[in-house]
């Protein structure tokens, strides 16, 4: 499989899909989340669930995450060029990738290469990205957004209950993991639980994104909440570029 893997990297078979991202004040369109495919010559397209995680063992993660992060930045300014004005783009980090020593290098060779403002491009990280590695030892994280780049918190709420590196790092974006974002309307809990992610994220100064909006009521219960951005299959489903090209571009608002 890690050969197979390799081989998909040279023979050009990765995807990025990309999931639309609304703001829920405007309604409009202000991004999108690339997530990343294979299309196998005999399986069909694979997820990453089926994939990255090998991709991590064997390494190999480094060049396709490389790889994700050029193909992402060069996409992000070919809409905004096409009229996506302030379009920005969000591409999910490996833990992997977050300990190379390159890591900084390769996001400025993305920027440089697709001509994109840093500020177009947003890092999705996990928390435990930040714990399990003592934080950001290199610096690299510190040197991202000193270059404008954004930092997002993905699967918040799920990881530590340590909050204390949201004031230690230079956090942009918490993004309320799905799970609670699922339960929405039908357990009180889940209501608390966004309320307070919401709260902690205005108080600290940060934006905050749904995930996985299914429903009209999660919609409107998150808006009532004061939600700054959703995401989820109510909106739009991850697209290939000619798809999510047909639907949201040059129309952008839901
Ligand atoms: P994630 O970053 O948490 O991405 C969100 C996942 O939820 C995506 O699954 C997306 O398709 C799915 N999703 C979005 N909206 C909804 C919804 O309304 N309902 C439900 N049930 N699901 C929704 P996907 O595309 O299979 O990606 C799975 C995971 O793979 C991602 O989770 C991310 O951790 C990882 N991944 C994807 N692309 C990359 C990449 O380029 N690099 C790395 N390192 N990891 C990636
Ligand atoms: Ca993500
Ligand atoms: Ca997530």
Redesign the pocket.
């Known amino acids: 499989m890690a050969c197979a893997a390799r081989r998909a990297l040279r023979n050009r078979e990765l995807r ?2 990309y ?1 639309p991202k609304f703001d829920m004040v405007t309604r409009r369109l202000v991004g999108a ?5 294979w299309e196998h010559p005999d399986e069909g397209l694979l ?3 089926e994939f ?1 995680p090998l991709a ?1 063992r064997s390494g190999l ?1 480094v060049p ?2 490389a790889w ?1 992060l050029n193909e992402a930045c060069r996409q992000a300014q070919t809409w905004r060029r096409a009229g996506l004005d302030d379009f920005h783009v969000a ?4 833990a992997v ?1 977050f300990k190379h020593a390159d890591l900084l290098e390769t996001v400025s060779e993305a920027l440089d290469g697709a001509n994109l403002p840093a500020e177009a491009l947003e890092l ?1 990280i996990t928390e435990s990205m930040l714990i399990d590695q003592g934080g950001d030892p290199g610096g690299t994280l510190a040197a991202l957004t000193m270059r404008g780049v954004h930092l997002s918190i ?2 918040f709420g799920t990881g530590y209950s340590s909050l204390s590196y949201l004031k230690r790092f230079p956090v942009n974006v918490i993004k309320i993991d ?1 799970s609670f974002t ?1 339960d929405l309307g039908d357990k009180q809990d889940a209501l608390v639980i966004v309320r307070a992610i919401i709260g902690l994220g205005h108080s600290l100064g940060l934006r905050v994104v749904a ?4 429903t009209q009521a999660q919609l409107d219960l998150l808006a009532a909440e004061g939600c700054d951005f959703a ?4 909106l739009g ?2 697209l290939p570029v000619t798809d999510f090209e047909r639907t949201f571009v040059p129309v952008t608002a839901f």
């Open positions: 990025l899909h999931q989340e690339a997530l990343i495919r997820s990453p669930m990255i991590e993660i396709i995450g994700a591409v999910n980090l490996s990738q999705e993905d699967d799905r699922a995930e996985g909006v299914e995401q989820g299959y109510l489903r991850p």
